[in-house]
């Protein structure tokens, strides 16, 4: 039989994030944001769960906006990289996937076709995608004389440092952002990413896009999601497979990175970096078995790590360890790794399976 290393995702607290977001939101309408394979919980499972609440989803690419018609649902889907080649317009407008176009190559695929729905991103210091507010203008007049402004929706920006209350640059991209598209106030505006509901006084105008805060991991540097009152959607699982005990001045793992100083009961959890857990998440990085919190002992191999589990005395052959999920949040785990929880989620490898629930 394979082994029940499992992430069980349970569906009623994404429900329950989404909705907080839209309530966070305040009169902005939120686009559930289901890129990356639902930040690693399965795009189908996830848009099917938030069908009924969310009006609009947002993906990265085409794709991923074809998978959640293959779902079987018909909001629109906004495409937040635009689309790769003139002939991803016709399927756009097909399909009713609302691009968000950042560049002067894709305004002249706009102009060669028959316009979909579709927004413009403006870039207000991200500096990665988008036409800067001094050409607004320009653009605006070029859709006007290609007669293509009648199927736009309105304007994107995105957040550098929403997620760093101590930060400024987030009041100046809103100011420049207001400044760039006041011209124009009978079109729809978004700019909200998930830090930018948790910053008292934002303005997040007509569609918010909360992504990471609704799978219950923190968008906020040196918070945790349940400290902001989201719930975990993934629970990591792996089976404890052996227990033994080291005797003082005995090492565990590649590189015995870890010695015992006294005599300790540890145990092997059957998981790595080969599924996705990450390989810098040393000593010391929390995990649960029986619902107590043990730590994890040495380097994380390929396909197993070890635990420490002098604390829970009667842990045993079989029991399934938690990783990260309502004990233990991702977050504190990437922290442990020098990453994020955005990266642990969508890393996780195709051969952890998603148990949706």
């Given at each position: 039989?394979?082994?029940?290393?499992?992430?069980?995702?349970?569906?009623?607290?994404?429900k329950h994030n989404f909705r907080l977001a839209q309530a966070k939101a305040g009169a902005a309408q939120a686009m559930a944001v289901v890129k990356a394979d639902g930040y690693g919980h399965g795009i189908r499972a996830v848009a099917q769960a938030l069908a009924?609440?969310?009006?609009?989803?947002?993906?990265?690419?085409?794709?991923?906006?074809?998978?959640?018609?293959?779902?079987?649902?018909?909001?629109?889907?906004?495409?937040?990289?635009?689309v790769h080649s003139g002939q991803d317009l016709d399927v756009c407008r097909q399909q009713g996937f609302e691009p968000v176009l950042h560049n002067n190559l894709q305004l002249d695929w706009l102009a060669a076709s028959q316009a979909p729905a579709y927004w413009l991103k403006v870039n207000t210091g991200m500096n990665r995608l988008g036409f800067r507010p001094s050409d607004l203008p320009a653009?605006?007049?070029k859709l006007k004389h290609l007669d293509q402004?009648?199927?736009?929706?309105?304007?994107?920006?995105?957040?550098?440092?929403?997620?760093?209350?101590?930060?400024?640059?987030?009041?100046?991209?809103?100011?420049?952002?207001?400044?760039?598209?006041?011209?124009?106030?009978s079109l729809m505006r978004?700019?909200?990413?998930?830090?930018?509901?948790?910053?008292?006084?934002?303005?997040?105008?007509?569609?918010?896009?909360?992504?990471?805060?609704?799978?219950?991991?923190?968008?906020?540097?040196g918070q945790t999601g349940p400290g902001l009152g989201l719930e975990p959607v993934m629970t990591l699982e792996a089976p404890l497979i052996t227990t033994r005990v080291l005797r003082p001045g005995e090492s565990i793992g590649y590189g015995s990175t870890w010695v015992a100083e006294e005599e300790t009961r540890m145990g092997m959890v059957a998981i790595g970096y080969g599924d996705g857990y990450p390989r810098h998440a040393g000593t010391g990085t929390p995990a649960a078995v029986r619902?107590?919190?043990?730590?994890?002992?040495?380097r994380v191999s390929m396909d197993m790590l070890a635990v420490d589990l002098t604390g829970v005395p009667d842990a045993q052959e079989g029991d399934m360890v938690e990783l990260w999920g309502k004990t233990v949040s991702v977050d504190e785990v990437a922290v442990c790794a020098g990453t994020i929880g955005y990266e642990l989620l969508t890393g996780l490898?195709?051969?952890?399976p998603r148990d949706c629930r």
């Open positions: 039989m394979p082994r029940s290393t499992v992430a069980r995702i349970d569906l009623e607290a994404l009924q609440d969310a009006g609009k989803f947002a993906v990265a690419c085409l794709e991923e906006a074809l998978e959640i018609r293959a779902a079987g649902l018909n909001q629109p889907v906004v495409m937040l990289q635009g653009v605006m007049e402004r009648a199927e736009l929706q309105g304007f994107v920006t995105h957040f550098a440092c929403a997620d760093d209350t101590a930060s400024s640059m987030t009041q100046e991209q809103t100011r420049l952002f207001e400044q760039a598209t006041e011209a124009w106030p978004s700019v909200g990413n998930s830090a930018a509901h948790f910053l008292p006084e934002q303005p997040l105008y007509d569609w918010s896009r909360p992504g990471i805060m609704l799978y219950g991991a923190s968008p906020m540097i619902g107590r919190r043990i730590r994890l002992l040495g490898t195709a051969r952890v």
